[in-house]
């Protein structure tokens, strides 16, 4: 039995290292053919887009001649980006708290006060935490930053019709979520019973979720919407939030570009996708579901947008969520109970 746990994570790495890593990069790029990257025209909007896959992406779309505008929190992380940056195109930055619904909605007038219009629109921002924090608005801040930000961004724009009648729309998802069925419920965990891994890998599941929905909702348009997942990259992130796993895999770790390869390969390819969820990974529409558990939920696509949008009304998200607090204290006094 004390060996169950070391078995579980040999299999892991056996399973998924040759693919993840770069060593599944470098294995696949054998059969690419060459795709042409011309942006020059195209304006991207790029969230956690001054350093990692996102400033890659950035990079890369800048060097096709693409304007983009990078989004992230730190004015002189920005500023220094956006100075090293080299192509045709160029660079713009925002400044906000994307894991702050308040600095959503003013990067938003701010954008339609200079009337932009977006062609790809990459929602890259994520982050893992360890800990459980809340937010200054009351969410739990890796929901409030994977998901619901998102949602929230993608929405405003398309309403406002800020997005381009041909625009695509990048969901940077993460193989984590191969671990979890939807569960919408356990999105925004401020009391008792969070993980962070948990709670990281349920966001990245919504992502997919609603990349499917959004799909479906705007079929009848030129707009494309995808979730792809960039592999296992040597980022800050990965630093900060696993140091362990980096520490282990740091040599076999994707470079920032090759984890945004597949971002800037959809941009310029807009590949047609067999409908319903999917996930891209290495320049492949790839399935949902590699474990018999996650398709097995009640929640839908439609729980998960009403979830969502109960969030962005003031007071109704907050009360679902201390709703669904006290049900897991409940439990978790049971439990302690029953085992005392
Ligand atoms: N790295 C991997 O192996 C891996 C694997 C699977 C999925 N992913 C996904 O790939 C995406 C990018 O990850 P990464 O590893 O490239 O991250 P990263 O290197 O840590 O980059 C983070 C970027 O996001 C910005 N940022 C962080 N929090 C923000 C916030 N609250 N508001 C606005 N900007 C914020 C950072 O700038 P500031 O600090 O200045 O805000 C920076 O530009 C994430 O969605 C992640 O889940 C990564």
Redesign the pocket.
């Known amino acids: 039995m004390a060996n169950a746990p070391l078995k579980k994570i040999i299999t892991f790495y056996c399973r998924f290292t040759p693919s993840?890593s770069a060593i599944g990069f470098y294995a696949r790029r054998l059969f690419w053919r060459r795709t042409g990257t011309d942006f020059a025209g195209q304006t991207w909007l790029v969230?956690?887009?001054?350093?990692?896959?996102?400033?890659?992406a950035a990079r890369q779309a800048v060097a096709g001649g693409a304007t983009v505008i990078?989004?992230?929190?730190?004015?002189?992380?920005?500023k220094a980006?956006a100075a090293s940056v080299k192509g045709s195109g160029k660079v713009l930055f925002e400044?906000?708290?994307?894991?702050?619904q308040e600095?959503i909605r003013s990067l938003l007038t701010r954008l339609e006060e200079r009337k932009v219009r977006i062609d790809v629109l990459v929602?890259?921002?994520?982050?893992?935490k360890r800990d459980q924090i809340l937010t200054k608005e009351g969410l739990e801040?890796s929901f409030?930053?994977?998901i619901l930000?998102h949602y929230h961004l993608t929405r405003e724009l398309l309403a406002r019709k800020m997005l381009s009648e041909n625009a695509a729309v990048i969901e940077?998802?993460?193989?984590?979520m191969y671990n979890h069925a939807l569960a919408v419920k356990d999105l925004n965990i401020t009391g008792s019973g969070y993980l962070g891994v948990r709670a990281?890998g349920l966001a990245?599941r919504a992502?997919v979720v609603l990349t499917g929905y959004w799909r479906q909702k705007y079929a009848a348009t030129g707009k494309s919407f995808y979730a792809m997942?960039?592999?296992?990259?040597?980022?800050?992130?990965?630093?900060?939030s696993?140091p362990r796993f980096r520490a282990m895999l740091k040599s076999v770790?994707?470079d920032?570009s090759q984890?945004?390869d597949t971002i800037v390969w959809l941009a310029a390819k807009r590949p047609k996708q067999a409908g319903g969820e999917s996930i891209w990974f290495d320049r492949k529409e790839r399935s949902v579901h590699i474990f018999p558990h996650t398709p097995k939920t009640s929640d839908t696509a439609a729980d998960l947008i009403a979830t969502l949008d109960s969030f962005l009304q003031p007071g109704l998200g907050r009360a679902m969520s201390a709703e669904r607090d006290a049900d897991s204290r409940q439990g978790d006094a049971k439990l302690r109970a029953a085992t005392a």
């Open positions: 993840y969230t956690g887009g001054s350093e990692g896959i996102g400033g890659s990078s989004v992230a929190r730190d004015l002189g992380k920005l980006f400044v906000a708290d994307l894991s702050l600095d929602n890259n921002v994520g982050i893992q801040t409030s930053t994977n930000g940077v998802s993460s193989g984590g990281y990245k992502q997942h960039p592999g296992w990259v040597d980022t800050a992130s990965v630093g900060r696993m770790l994707r920032h984890g945004a």
